[in-house]
């Protein structure tokens, strides 16, 4: 039954998704919307001067848009880096964290964005991160939907750069996933989940909802735990900006400890949704692949449940390959689906672990032992 349910939610997506349709503004509009992009940086020297590059060739008005990076005790180049760039970069400020806590926190990245929308000159905030690389027409397109739909709260899409390691290929068709359950449920009318890598919000909502108060004991979920606070506050005035022309692209996890450690990460704060529905979503893909390995496993005992079990691991790939067909059009990336019937495996035991380590256990990040 389970098996069964999961089938059936993963058509339930395909169809939401293929009701989208990407925005293309319909009139040409006078940019309006003052932007802060606030960049939280934690040792990043590798990759910041490639987020600030991208940043600088933006096609919108250099006197409505401001940089804040907020160095998160950075033991790099990264803070250096960003100060010899505002030579070129008028816009661009430095805040160092340090300078502003007394003590330790769990949440550094939330305290870091408080810091800086305290501190910006925008009527936007827009977060990303520094290993993103950012398309030209973003903020253009942003304002442009922000002056159509008047929402307080928009979402983006977000795509890991493909490389050619098995696991960034691996974490590309992962997050893809991930990212057409996102833009599925916004077609049905849900907002349950976003990525801060690609994410904006007006200040004054933010202010009005006491940023991230009530939700900063919690490591992670600077973007949907704040999304579910002003959701509760606005809503119907959430948004989420569907064109290829705003996919920010970031990076993948460099080996398979940082990438289970993120994955840990994105799982501890699944029982932390104030909206109950995500979390019964998330519950019923955790049985089905804990239910899948442990039949895989059991098979190799009681050969007669493992034909059972093959049958049940080809459905799944299979519904699974029909949603992702349209989401790896909208990305450019369905030759990479020729692969994805072999990561089942590997996609169904990372799935278990990480969601179990989510709960009951902690993770390392950015140099930072988590709880």
Known sequence: MGVTAYCLLIGIYRYWFLRLKIYRPSTALSPQTRFTIIIPARNEASSIVHCL?????????????????????????TPDIVLQRREQFPSLKLINLADHLNGTLNAYKKRAIEIAVAESNGNWIVTTDADCTVPPQWLSLLDQYIQAKQPVFVAAPVMFTLTKSWLGLF???DFMSLQGITASAVAAGYHSMCNGANLAYSKAAFETVDGFSGIDHIASGDDMLLMYKIKQQYPGKLGFLFSPDAIVQTAP?????????????????????????????LFLVYCVNALLLAGLLLGMLFQGLYPWMIYLLGAKTVVELLFMWPVAGFFHQRKSLFFFPFMQPFHIVYTVVAGWLGKFGSYQWKGRSVR
Request: charged residues 20%; hydrophobic residues 40%.
């Open 53 to 77: 590059n991208s940043i600088q060739q933006l096609a919108y008005p250099p006197d409505m848009l401001e940089v804040i990076v907020v160095n998160d005790h950075s033991t790099d180049g």
């Open 171 to 173: 974490q590309v068709l």
């Open 253 to 281: 996890m460099p080996d398979w400890v940082s990438f289970l450690n993120q994955r840990i990460r994105w799982a501890s704060k699944a029982d932390s949704y104030s909206e109950k529905n995500i979390f019964w979503v």
